[in-house]
């Protein structure tokens, strides 16, 4: 069993930043992917981000490529998610995963089974 307990979320104006945090103990085990999703009202939940805790680059969805950036932080045993100039259509509720991985793609992305409770990020326009 995984715990993912996420924090950062709030509320901001668009084109400011924030930065989203997982803990997660034990995260640094390899072969392990982090992923961070998002589920805005009446739309379905979708991959923001994902890294393999094994090395490896990062995988963006296109509409946050270049704007978010996602990162072990080892001194917390967290994930980040850095998100630089937020846009109002970036307003969700944002969620920690992980998965087990045996190979290092973290793009599968209905295959997370452990998830965190979430924390709500608001761009007001």
């Known amino acids: 069993q995984v715990q993912l307990v996420e924090s950062g979320g709030g509320s901001v104006q668009a084109g400011r930043s924030l930065r989203l945090s997982c803990q997660a103990p034990?995260?640094?085990?390899?072969?392990?992917?982090m992923g961070w999703f998002r589920q805005a009202p009446g739309k379905e939940r979708e991959g923001v981000a994902a890294?393999?805790?094994?090395?490896?680059?990062?995988l963006y969805a296109d509409s946050v490529k270049g704007r978010f950036f996602i990162g072990r932080n080892d001194a917390k045993n967290a994930v980040d998610l850095q998100m630089n100039a937020l846009k109002p259509e970036d307003t969700a509720m944002y969620y920690c995963?992980?998965?087990?991985?045996?190979?290092?793609?973290?793009?599968?992305?209905?295959?997370?089974?452990?998830w965190g409770q979430g924390t709500q990020v608001t761009v007001s326009s």
């Open positions: 034990g995260y640094t085990r390899r072969s392990r992917c």
């Open positions: 995963a992980a998965v087990l991985s045996s190979d290092g793609f973290c793009g599968r992305w209905q295959e997370y089974n452990f």
């Open positions: 890294l393999y805790t094994g090395g490896g680059m990062p």
